[in-house]
């Protein structure tokens, strides 16, 4: 099996031991005109180095927000965030991009990948943004386009790619800075099945490279792929289902 | 990729949004440069115009030289200035109206400026006319002129040629005596109004052509300091306190505070309400740009860009727009300027060597400046709505829509 490339080398080391994220009773709530809305409500979640979990769960129960919450992109309301040790509420607007930057990998559904650019440097801009030398960054991405199966579309731009290989150029380009925790709303929500099934081929893949990957999806051929299955209700993990 | 090489991706993006920002930077900016180069157009060519042929102070009547009040024995008065110490040369100088017989056709009619210069020093004595010859040389003899283009072209006449001229010291002599004087040059006159005619030639062949009804006054003295021209005015108000003595430069603000004004006022106006166009035209292009792409930009939020970093995305677009806009805004107002020019000037009254738009250091450094400052409070808006994007609740719009 084929490793996800590191940032120096082709091939990654197995997964490190250690908590990567630790949510005790983390809440959010949204103040709306007719009244504030929870959308999730004490949550407690521990990821560890290289798990694969599947968060599931009715329309409006949480999940993306839970997952923007562990991603540090939605702050929450009450509770405590640690990443990696560190409490996330703490730091600054700039430290948290800065971990976001180095710790975590996002993939949307809709890939958002920037259409004036070519699939290699959407895959470099992470780089770009954390300093990487442009040499060495040119050839990680190249390493990491062959990764998912697209060198031979790399001076492809966006628009010239099927919906499959823009999320696969989008999962390389959250791979860039070689992340501990990659999070994926949906990845497949906008293709057909087979393509998704490539998908989550390539993200099975991923994880056994040791990095921890949190996927919040309505698929539940996806969910089954993951080692623990987070079922949601009201903004609460109902139940957790280890495989 | 650094923040300019994003501005110019998103740019080249959308390319008709760009260009028509460019271009519309480009126009604006063009009026703009033209409103700066009017602001003091008037001033600096003036100020030019009076500095040429080295006379520093001006001595009159009036407020203003040109009042139409004339100096009392005016050669005496400017041999008594030529005596003081800080004066190298006196220069007097009157004005006559005049006629040119042609062959066929009515007489031409021109202006006729007689001078004598009185100095101390024998360098002042070689001190020329306030007029510049283009060909032949300068009147010297009290039967010699020299003339302007106009004459010359319309009249046929070149150095060698000889006018019969009738000139009029005194508006109310209507009798106007012939008199035979040989043109000896071709002169470009500095003060020479649009579509009129001017001679010039000695005092002594003006008041011949004037039949001896000059008298001693003179319009005005021009005055060459061999120092500081302040000290050389005051100088002259204290010996002669009944006169007015001026500098170029106080001549320039006294212009500065009766017609000029207007200009600048009328300058001013525009260049505000050109630069609030400027920053109104890159704002919305910005901010509809920006609105565009805010799925986008909350992705590479979320990808760890700082907040710090798309604001400067932002702010290199805006740089980048109003920067190429800005470069062609240059030659493009330089044209404009050179056109308008020539409409102010088909104002009657205005003399030909003068300029309503002239370019200036200061002026481009002002243009560059208020270009940088359009730029940067353009860009504030779109900016703020990048530096407080709410990167999850944006990501959930974003895919509900």
Not at chain 2, 133 to 152: C, H, Q
Request: proline share 5%.
């Amino acid at each position: 099996m084929k490793s996800v490339p590191g940032p120096q080398s082709s091939v990654s080391g197995g997964p490190t031991e250690g908590s990567v994220v630790d949510a005790q009773n983390v809440s959010r709530v949204f103040s709306m005109p007719a009244g504030p809305v929870t959308a999730v409500r004490d949550v407690t979640l521990h990821i560890r180095n290289g798990d694969h979990i599947a968060v599931r769960g009715p329309s409006g129960c949480g999940k993306s927000t839970l997952l923007h919450m562990l991603g540090c992109v939605e702050p929450q309301t009450s509770g405590t965030l640690l990443f990696d040790g560190q409490d996330v509420s703490q730091l600054s607007d700039a430290r948290r991009s800065l971990l976001r930057l180095k710790q975590i990998g996002f993939v949307f559904q809709r890939f958002f990948l920037l259409p004036m650019l070519t699939a290699r440097e959407n895959v470099e801009l992470p780089m770009s943004e954390a300093g990487v030398a442009k040499h060495a960054r040119q050839k990680r991405a190249i390493e990491l386009l062959e990764y998912v199966g697209l060198a031979a579309r790399a001076d492809h731009r966006p628009s010239q790619l099927s919906g499959g290989e823009m999320q696969r150029v989008a999962i390389a380009r959250a791979l860039a800075n070689n992340p501990r925790l990659l999070l994926a709303d949906e990845p497949t929500g906008e293709l057909d099945e087979a393509t998704g099934a490539q998908i989550a081929a390539l993200l099975d893949r991923v994880n056994q490279s040791g990095t921890a990957l949190v996927i919040v999806t309505h698929d539940a051929a996806l969910a089954d792929r993951a080692g623990r299955v987070l079922m949601m209700r009201d903004g609460q993990i109902e139940s957790e289902r280890v495989r | 990729m650094n923040a300019i090489g994003f501005a110019w991706r998103s740019m080249v993006r959308q390319p008709a949004r760009a260009a028509l920002g460019i271009l519309g930077v480009a126009a604006v900016g063009a009026l703009l440069f033209d409103m700066l180069l009017l602001s003091r157009g008037l001033i600096v060519s003036m100020q030019d115009l009076l500095d040429r042929g080295g006379w520093d102070v001006r001595v009159s009547m009036g407020e203003l030289p040109g009042s139409g009040l004339r100096i009392p024995d005016a050669v005496e008065t400017a041999e008594a200035i030529s005596t003081l110490p800080s004066v190298q040369a006196a220069l007097v100088m009157r004005s006559a109206t005049a006629q040119i017989d042609r062959a066929s056709g009515e007489p031409l009619r021109a202006s006729f400026q007689g001078v004598t210069t009185r100095s101390s020093d024998p360098a002042g004595s070689r001190l020329r006319a306030p007029w510049t010859i283009l060909r032949g040389r300068d009147a010297e003899a009290p039967d010699e002129v020299v003339i302007d283009e106009k004459i010359a072209s319309e009249s046929r006449l070149e150095p060698g040629s000889e006018i019969t001229m009738r000139a009029s010291c005194n508006a109310d002599v209507e009798a106007l005596p012939a008199t035979r004087l040989k043109v000896v040059g071709v002169a470009e006159f500095p003060f020479q109004i649009t579509n009129e005619s001017t001679t010039g030639g000695t005092l002594d062949a003006l008041r011949a052509a004037c039949g001896g009804n000059a008298g001693t006054e003179a319009d005005l003295i021009l005055v060459t300091s061999t120092s500081d021209a302040d000290s050389t005015a005051a100088a002259i108000r204290t010996l002669r306190p009944e006169v007015r003595a001026a500098t170029n430069t106080e001549v320039v603000g006294r212009l500065q505070q009766t017609g000029f004004t207007y200009f600048r006022q009328i300058s001013s106006v525009l260049t505000t309400v050109t630069v609030s166009f400027a920053v109104l035209l890159i704002t919305v292009l910005l901010t509809v740009s920006v609105n565009q792409r805010l799925g986008e930009i909350a992705a590479l939020r979320a990808l760890g860009f700082s907040r710090m970093r798309v604001v400067k995305d932002v702010l290199s677009e805006s740089a980048l727009i109003v920067g190429i806009g800005g470069l062609l805004s240059l030659p493009l107002g330089l044209l404009l300027a050179s056109g308008l020019d020539r409409i102010l000037k088909g104002m009657p009254g205005i003399p030909v060597a003068l300029h309503f738009f002239v370019f200036e250091t200061q002026a481009l450094a002002v243009h560059i400046g208020l270009l940088v400052a359009t730029a940067i409070i353009a860009a504030l808006y779109p900016m703020r709505i990048v530096s407080t994007l709410p990167i999850a609740a944006t990501l959930r719009d974003e895919v509900i829509g």
